[in-house]
Each structure stands twice: as C-alpha cells, then as structure tokens.
C-alpha cells in the first residue's frame, strides 16, 4: 500500500506547478480529484509544446495529470460552487494556483474553507506572493526566470540573458508546495490540526539559487561574470563545462588542470599549476580544452579520462538516452492507459519506497469524467 493511501486531494488548480505538486502526491497513493471548468478544462489541455497531441489535446496536460480524476465544475456557478464546497468538505487536502484575491472572489479562501473545516491542509500556489510591486504580475515561469537573475548565470557571457529550457520555475514550486502538504499531513497526523501552505515561484527559484546568492552576498556585490565560451557554472573555475569532440561533446566537471594536461597529452594546461588560477585564468583554460578536444572522438576521451578517476561524462540527446543500456536499468518510462482505451508512455514517479519502484497504469481524465460517480458517492 502506498503511504498517502486514504488522503483525498481536491485539486483546483491548472497549468504546471500545482499540478506537479499533486501528481507527486497521486503517485504516493493520494486519490487526487481536479476540478476543472466545465467548457474548456483545465487551460493546460490546450497549451501545447509542440505539434503531438493525444486525444486531440496537448501532450503537456497528458504528462501532468495522469492518475487523477476529473471532476467539472464552474466556480463561478452557485450551484457548481456548492458541489465542490461539499468535495472539500471530504477531503485532506485542497490546493489551487489562483492569482492573490480570486480564491476570496470566489468563496473558498482558507479562512472560509478552515470554518467548514477546521483541519484542513489547504494548499495556494502564487507567482510572486500576496503583496509588493509584483503581485498581480502573471506568475509564468519564464517571466520568474527573468525577474529572478536566473538566467544570467546559463549561456557565455557575449549570449545574453539566457533561459533554462524547462519550466523549473513551475517545476520546482510545485514540489516546495508537495513538500509542505506532506509535513503538514504528518502534523496533522499527530495533532488533527490543520494548516495554510503558501508558496510561490518567485521564492522558489530563489532557493534553487541558494549557493549562487549566498556566494554573491559574500562577494560584496561583485557583478556575475560568466566565462566567454563552454559555460556551465559562472561560479565555479575550469575544466566546469561542455566541450566540442570530434564527434559529439563531452562534459567536464571538476578536475585539476594540471593533471588534465598530463591525461590529456596537452602541455599547455600544464602551467596553470596553482588552483586560484583555474578561476581567474579560466577563459584561456577553457580555449586551450576547447581546441584540444576536439582532435579526438568522446569515447576515446573518456577511455582516458573515466579510469583516472576524473569527473567527467558523454553529452547524449534523448535518442541516445533512451536507447542507452543506463537508462533502460533505472526503467523510468511506463505505459498509462486511459478509460477510452488510450495508452501513452510517459515517466513514472522517481522515488522507490521499500525498493519499490512507484507505477501507476491510470492515464489522464477526460474532462468531467467523473462527475456522476463522484456526485453519487459522495452524495453531491
């Protein structure tokens, strides 16, 4: 039995980073009901990433909301309303990703939802916080990226601002937010009492960033200078990056670049022989790697690199992943099959419990799906 089996999740939220948060809490066992608009869903349905759709809608809602229920309802219906008030009442846990204010608007604040229930853990996910200049700004991960200094610390430094290219804002909020339902469904455990459970993505990219900004601080403010090419960390010194091969790119990490030289048959490396210069020289470090390794293939680079025991890895595109003997060990595709008939595949959940691998074979819910089972057993 998986451990949050018998948690009932009312999940009002769209998008990404709510929804992450309770796919996280669906593959530990919770039963999650997401409540959706009744005309055009939950807005993810139609925000694609790319031309793939399954079930004539987008892949992207697909990933995010499998092994969930779908329940239709309109907010803004008294009626509607009155239903879901009544799903709440039967439920652990509720969430949402409201703009600050909407939840008020719409009667289901927590203060509301604590007097109908007073040990409910109630979930809100918000952009930049209920108050200051960025409030009411929309709270979309690539805007959060660029308002948090993120994306000066990817790309060489003549590139730009430059974006991560996944939606780690959205991502990571989402699991802070899984993160404080389940210590406050621990508590609740002990106690019975309930709690409010606020995050939001302006934060938490900011803790993704915690080494870079605590080293900042103790900089004195000194501006973030990234290296001119092969940058992977703006504060960590050569070898740190990805390099160009006669056939691909090989990633290094750590590594003293004198004794690179000698492995790699390259004297140049070897007078930067004191370790402050693998920062403050890093740029001619890195040129001097970039053009000697690119007069042999990965494979014969790391055959060199990997037995002396230095930090260092092929650079492989999904087609190479998938097929790789590495990744089918760790079995991290599953196929999930929807009530049509539908089957995708799709990652499972990444956490073993017991040396047992999470699965789940449920796929995502057609809009409303579940209405009428819903309606009859919890009498609504």
Same mark, same amino acid.
């Given at each position: 039995?998986?451990?949050?089996?018998?948690?009932?999740?009312?999940?009002?939220?769209?998008?990404?980073?709510?929804?992450?948060?309770?796919?996280?809490?669906?593959?530990?066992?919770?039963?999650?009901?997401?409540?959706?608009?009744?005309?055009?869903?939950?807005?993810?349905?139609?925000?694609?990433?790319?031309?793939?759709?399954?079930?004539?809608?987008?892949?992207?809602?697909?990933?995010?909301?499998?092994?969930?229920?779908?329940?239709?309802?309109?907010?803004?219906?008294?009626?509607?309303?009155?239903?879901?008030?009544?799903?709440?009442?039967?439920?652990?846990?509720?969430?949402?990703?409201?703009?600050?204010?909407?939840?008020?608007?719409?009667?289901? /604040?927590?203060?509301?939802?604590?007097?109908?229930?007073? !040990?409910?853990?109630? !979930?809100?996910?918000?952009?930049?916080?209920?108050?200051?200049?960025?409030?009411?700004?929309?709270?979309?991960?690539?805007?959060?990226?660029?308002?948090?200094?993120?994306?000066?610390?990817?790309?060489?430094?003549?590139? !730009?601002?430059?974006?991560?290219?996944?939606?780690?804002?959205?991502?990571?909020?989402?699991?802070?937010?899984?993160?404080?339902?389940?210590? /406050?469904?621990?508590?609740?455990?002990?106690?019975?009492?309930?709690?409010?459970?606020?995050?939001?993505?302006?934060?938490?990219?900011?803790?993704?960033?915690?080494?870079?900004?605590?080293?900042?601080?103790?900089?004195?403010?000194?501006?973030?200078?990234?290296?001119?090419?092969?940058?992977?960390?703006?504060?960590?010194?050569?070898?740190?990056?990805?390099?160009?091969?006669?056939?691909?790119?090989?990633?290094?990490?750590?590594?003293?670049?004198?004794?690179?030289?000698?492995?790699?048959?390259?004297?140049?490396?070897?007078?930067?022989?004191?370790?402050?210069?693998?920062?403050?020289?890093?740029?001619?470090?890195?040129?001097?790697?970039?053009?000697?390794?690119?007069?042999?293939?990965?494979?014969?680079?790391?055959?060199?690199?990997?037995?002396?025991?230095?930090?260092? /890895?092929?650079?492989?595109?999904?087609?190479?992943?998938?097929?790789?003997?590495?990744?089918?060990?760790?079995?991290?595709?599953?196929?999930?099959?929807?009530?049509?008939?539908?089957?995708?595949?799709?990652?499972?959940?990444?956490?073993?419990?017991?040396?047992?691998?999470?699965?789940?074979?449920?796929?995502?819910?057609?809009?409303?799906?579940?209405?009428?089972?819903?309606?009859?057993?919890?009498?609504?």
């Amino acid at each position: 039995m998986k451990p949050l089996h018998g948690i009932t999740v009312v999940d009002l939220s769209q998008f990404l980073s709510g929804p992450s948060a309770s796919l996280r809490l669906a593959d530990l066992g919770a039963r999650v009901i997401k409540v959706e608009h009744p005309e055009h869903g939950d807005i993810g349905r139609d925000l694609y990433m790319s031309s793939v759709r399954i079930n004539d809608e987008s892949s992207f809602f697909y990933a995010i909301n499998r092994n969930k229920e779908s329940y239709a309802a309109n907010l803004k219906d008294e009626n509607d309303r009155s239903k879901v008030l009544k799903l709440i009442d039967q439920a652990d846990v509720v969430m949402h990703n409201f703009r600050p204010g909407v939840a008020e608007r719409l009667g289901i /604040a927590y203060e509301t939802i604590k007097q109908r229930k007073p !040990g409910i853990v109630y !979930g809100h996910i918000s952009g930049y916080g209920a108050e200051g200049p960025w409030a009411k700004k929309p709270g979309q991960d690539l805007l959060v990226q660029s308002l948090s200094g993120l994306t000066w610390l990817s790309g060489n430094e003549d590139n !730009g601002s430059t974006p991560m290219g996944l939606a780690i804002a959205d991502i990571f909020t989402g699991a802070h937010l899984a993160q404080g339902i389940l210590a /406050a469904l621990v508590r609740k455990g002990m106690n019975g009492e309930g709690a409010l459970i606020e995050v939001n993505m302006m934060e938490s990219i900011l803790d993704l960033q915690f080494e870079a900004i605590t080293t900042y601080l103790q900089d004195r403010g000194e501006p973030v200078k990234r290296t001119a090419h092969n940058n992977a960390h703006a504060y960590l010194g050569a070898p740190y990056g990805i390099y160009q091969t006669s056939n691909g790119y090989l990633a290094l990490a750590m590594g003293q670049i004198p004794v690179l030289g000698e492995l790699l048959d390259c004297p140049d490396l070897l007078k930067y022989q004191e370790k402050e210069s693998w920062f403050t020289q890093r740029d001619e470090i890195k040129a001097v790697l970039a053009k000697h390794l690119t007069r042999r293939t990965t494979q014969a680079w790391l055959e060199v690199l990997e037995p002396a025991d230095i930090w260092c /890895a092929d650079v492989l595109d999904w087609e190479r992943l998938l097929a790789h003997e590495g990744f089918e060990v760790l079995n991290m595709i599953q196929s999930v099959t929807m009530s049509s008939g539908l089957s995708y595949q799709t990652t499972r959940c990444p956490i073993t419990l017991n040396d047992e691998q999470l699965f789940s074979n449920r796929g995502a819910p057609i809009l409303g799906e579940h209405n009428s089972s819903l309606d009859e057993e919890l009498r609504l």
